[in-house]
């Protein structure tokens, strides 16, 4: 059984106080509601999932409490279940230039 729920205007919603000044001047836009949502359950520390459809925001939900815990010094580390999932995601963090980041990938072709 297939459920369709009906289109419902975008809404944006104010940058979370911890996100870092560079990241929201990067990021230009204000973000979507469900990216602030979703941002917000994982920098509380709650396993959160977000199931979307595809350009929908999902990585911009993740990068901004990963923005705010680099800036304050930890370390990050994502996982992808393919190279090319990954490759995206590391073209999104270089386009970003974030000064926290230092972003690249590791796989099965990588040289040792």
């Known amino acids: 059984m297939r459920i369709t729920q009906p289109a419902r205007a975008a809404q944006h919603s104010p940058w979370p106080e911890w996100v870092p000044e560079g990241a929201r001047q990067t990021w230009g836009h204000e973000p979507w509601a469900h990216q602030v949502a ?4 994982a920098h509380a520390g709650s396993t959160t999932v977000i199931a979307t459809g595809t350009a929908s925001g999902k990585t911009l939900a993740y ?3 990963v923005a705010a815990a680099l800036a304050d ?3 990050a580390l994502y996982l992808s279940p393919t ?10 963090w270089e386009a970003w230039s974030l000064d926290e980041v ?3 990938t590791v796989d099965g072709d990588s040289p040792r």
């Open 38 to 41: 979703a941002a917000k359950a």
């Open 63 to 65: 990068a901004m409490p």
């Open 73 to 75: 010094g930890a370390t």
């Open 83 to 92: 190279k090319a999932l990954a490759a995206d995601q590391l073209a999104a």
């Open 102 to 104: 230092r972003a690249a």
